[in-house]
């Protein structure tokens, strides 16, 4: 596919506007719903999805046993959900379930669009756009006349300068490896995240629900292992 110049500077827009979409949906659902009941719906629908549209419009492709794994990711991200939805009641709220599907569709959709982008840009490029992208997205929401910046520095200074860090520094990571490897293959082993963050509620946070949690870390973890030794 031939892009012009001028093309590719749109697509640099529109990645910038997905990410603006990503941050006010994503503030939006975690206002509304705790994190432990929203990220693994908002990440499970993002991990189905990417790999599939990239077999369809990148033509891409997976082994059977990449497909395996992918569905075991898939299953542990299910159970993940159904545990969380469990312990916080199975009433989710509409306004709940429809920012979390609007955070999963704007992941996948700044990923398709940032993986045709690196044949034109920089890794770093990219990540400056997708972080002015995410500040204008969160721009609406900052209630200026209610806030102290210099108090919110001094109790949560060390959390701002780990998220400056972490945050970006992730997603620079995932577009170097996203510019070496095919989008279907890589984006299922950006989860291992959520085995991480799994174990860390379990066995530090002692949340509830540690044996099931627990079992569908490992099925993640396995269909990470699949797509990753053999799925290509």
Not at 32 to 44: A, F, I, N, T
Not at 109 to 129: E, G, H, I, R, W
Not at 134 to 147: A, E, H, K
Not at 200 to 206: A, E, H, M, P, S
Request: hydrophobic share 55%; proline share 3%; aromatic share 12%.
């Amino acid at each position: 596919m031939t892009v012009s110049p001028l093309q590719n500077y749109l697509l640099l827009l529109l990645s910038a506007a997905i990410q603006a979409g990503y941050a006010h949906f994503l503030s939006r659902s975690l206002i509304y719903g705790d994190l432990s009941q929203v990220y693994p719906m908002m990440r499970g629908l993002a991990t189905c999805m990417i790999p599939l549209f990239g077999i369809l419009f990148l033509n891409e492709s997976l082994t059977s046993w990449g497909w395996l794994g992918l569905g075991l990711i898939a299953a542990g991200f299910f159970l993940t959900s159904a545990v969380s939805l469990k312990i916080h009641g199975w009433n989710v709220q509409g306004k709940v379930l429809f920012n979390t599907i609007a955070v999963g569709l704007c992941t996948m959709f700044y990923v398709m669009v940032d993986k045709v982008n690196l044949q034109y840009f920089s890794p770093a490029t990219l990540l400056a756009v997708s972080n002015i992208g995410f500040m204008l997205g969160l721009f609406p929401s900052i209630r200026f006349g209610q806030i102290s910046l210099l108090r919110e520095l001094r109790e949560h200074g060390k959390w701002f300068l780990a998220g400056s860090i972490l945050s970006p520094g992730s997603y620079l990571l995932f577009l170097f490896a996203m510019n070496l490897s095919p989008l279907s293959y890589v984006a299922p082993l950006r989860e291992i995240g959520t085995v991480f963050s799994t174990l860390i509620g379990v066995f530090i946070l002692k949340e509830g629900k540690g044996a099931l949690r627990l079992l569908s870390t490992g099925m993640i973890f396995a269909g990470i292992l699949f797509v990753g030794i053999m799925g290509m």
